[in-house]
């Protein structure tokens, strides 16, 4: 072992570190030719190309923008002093994981298969992790049984992720308000709707006032097409969001950031992702049944997100089939309830029309 490997955190000796699309294509063989990228999630327009040329980046922003905290909190119906700014919500979730658990002491529920970043950032803190997967035959739904009989008092909050990365189905919000109502005053329930706005579906947010111990984790790196920008809104009573608001860093969000935010929700900014909404929805579902189609596709599951997930015959084959025709999937198959399984985002008409052309093709 190198020498100062030694004196980092015993607990981290074996860390894996969370395999991003964009570090698998960095450390990748060849994928880095890929003309059609499906593997990120991201909107696959680009809505604001520039900032305005007066944005002051000899000042230090403000920790927390009032003009940006004002316009979001109009746009989403809620108070300011219920929201929270961060550097994408991958930071929420590292900041929620450090503020609720003391290492080794304390614990977070997940219920795979979903998002790697909740586990990554319990790690990091030293934290324990208690897993109750999701119901495959069961539509990936929660298992509440099993959460209920599972939660202990170290168990300081649960994430869920709805709609599911990489499953792509919603959540019942009526299983999210039994969980939030039993383990009121006892667990932090985290829900992550990075996806929401392409599933025509009711937001938890409408659900805070009933629940202080709910917080919902939004981002603009999927339908707002701000993935470079890194900007993801917390929503939470005010105690969670000036406890959230102590333990950050001073100044998140980069003045750039702050100002393609507040361009990108100039209205007729909005009218495009709506419409790119509506868009990719209803490739979404062409997609969908253009898949059950595919010799090489065994399995496709329907999706309220902007990806589906698919089984194929062969993962490894499939993939690289794919790369070598320069589309970039991203292979799931590491979920243990998910072997063979491949998770494609959806892409521009023309993209997806090439996607469907070479999966026909395929051998
Ligand atoms: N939550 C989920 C479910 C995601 O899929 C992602 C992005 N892959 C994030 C959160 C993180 O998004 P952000 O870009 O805001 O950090």
Same mark, same amino acid.
């Given at each position: 072992?190198?020498?100062?490997?030694?004196?980092?955190?015993?607990?981290?000796? $074996?860390?894996?570190?969370?395999?991003?699309?964009?570090?698998?294509?960095?450390? $990748?063989?060849?994928?880095?030719?890929?003309?059609?990228?499906?593997?990120?999630?991201?909107?696959?327009?680009?809505?604001?190309?520039?900032?305005?040329?007066?944005?002051?980046?000899?000042? @230090? *922003?403000?920790?927390?923008?009032?003009?940006?905290?004002?316009?979001?909190?109009?746009?989403?119906?809620?108070?300011?002093?219920?929201?929270?700014?961060?550097? $994408?919500? !991958?930071?929420?979730?590292?900041?929620?994981?450090?503020?609720?658990?003391?290492?080794?002491? !304390?614990?977070?529920?997940?219920?795979?298969?979903?998002?790697?970043?909740?586990?990554?950032?319990?790690?990091?803190?030293?934290?324990?992790?208690? %897993?109750?997967?999701?119901?495959?035959?069961?539509?990936?739904?929660?298992?509440?049984?099993?959460?209920?009989?599972?939660? &202990?008092?170290?168990?300081?909050?649960?994430?869920?992720?709805?709609?599911?990365?990489?499953?792509?189905?919603?959540?019942? +919000? !009526?299983?999210?308000?039994?969980?939030?109502?039993?383990?009121?005053?006892?667990?932090?329930?985290?829900?992550?709707?990075?996806?929401?706005?392409?599933?025509?579906?009711?937001?938890?947010?409408?659900?805070?006032?009933?629940?202080?111990?709910?917080?919902?984790?939004?981002?603009?790196?999927?339908? @707002?097409? =701000?993935? $470079?920008?890194?900007?993801?809104?917390?929503?939470?009573?005010?105690?969670?969001?000036?406890?959230?608001?102590?333990?950050?860093? *001073? @100044?998140?969000?980069? %003045?750039?950031?702050?100002?393609?935010?507040?361009?990108?929700?100039?209205?007729?900014?909005?009218?495009?992702?709506?419409?790119?909404?509506?868009?990719?929805?209803?490739?979404?579902?062409?997609?969908?049944?253009?898949?059950?189609?595919?010799?090489?596709?065994?399995? +496709?599951?329907?999706?309220?997100?902007?990806?589906?997930?698919?089984?194929?015959?062969?993962?490894?084959?499939?993939?690289?089939?794919?790369?070598?025709?320069?589309?970039? +999937?991203?292979?799931?198959?590491?979920?243990?309830?998910?072997?063979?399984?491949? &998770?494609?985002?959806?892409?521009?008409?023309?993209?997806?029309?090439?996607?469907?052309?070479? =999966?026909?093709?395929?051998?």
């Amino acid at each position: 072992m190198k020498s100062i490997s030694k004196l980092i955190r015993d607990d981290l000796q $074996g860390f894996a570190e969370y395999r991003s699309a964009e570090k698998e294509n960095a450390e $990748g063989d060849g994928n880095k030719s890929g003309r059609i990228w499906l593997n990120a999630n991201e909107l696959p327009w680009s809505v604001v190309e520039s900032v305005p040329e007066n944005t002051h980046l000899n000042r @230090y *922003p403000e920790q927390q923008p009032a003009e940006l905290l004002e316009l979001l909190a109009k746009n989403y119906g809620v108070s300011t002093d219920h929201l929270l700014l961060s550097r $994408g919500s !991958d930071d929420a979730i590292d900041l929620l994981v450090r503020l609720f658990c003391n290492p080794k002491l !304390d614990s977070v529920m997940i219920c795979p298969p979903t998002f790697g970043m909740y586990e990554v950032a319990v790690k990091i803190q030293g934290a324990n992790l208690f %897993s109750v997967p999701l119901i495959r035959s069961q539509d990936f739904q929660l298992d509440l049984t099993k959460i209920l009989e599972a939660w &202990r008092s170290h168990i300081k909050i649960i994430f869920i992720n709805s709609p599911n990365n990489p499953t792509g189905n919603l959540i019942s +919000v !009526d299983d999210i308000a039994v969980l939030c109502k039993t383990l009121s005053g006892k667990a932090i329930i985290v829900v992550d709707e990075a996806y929401i706005e392409f599933a025509e579906a009711e937001s938890a947010i409408k659900l805070l006032d009933k629940y202080e111990n709910m917080v919902v984790l939004r981002t603009l790196s999927k339908a @707002y097409g =701000l993935a $470079g920008a890194r900007c993801g809104i917390t929503f939470s009573s005010h105690e969670v969001v000036t406890w959230l608001r102590k333990v950050m860093p *001073p @100044y998140p969000l980069a %003045s750039l950031t702050i100002d393609a935010v507040i361009k990108t929700f100039e209205p007729e900014n909005i009218a495009r992702i709506n419409a790119y909404i509506k868009t990719v929805e209803a490739e979404r579902d062409k997609l969908y049944e253009a898949f059950k189609e595919i010799p090489s596709i065994t399995k +496709v599951w329907p999706s309220r997100a902007n990806f589906i997930l698919v089984e194929t015959f062969n993962v490894e084959k499939f993939i690289d089939y794919c790369v070598k025709q320069g589309i970039i +999937v991203r292979n799931v198959s590491h979920h243990e309830s998910l072997t063979n399984c491949v &998770r494609i985002s959806i892409g521009t008409p023309e993209q997806n029309a090439q996607l469907l052309d070479i =999966l026909k093709k395929m051998p």
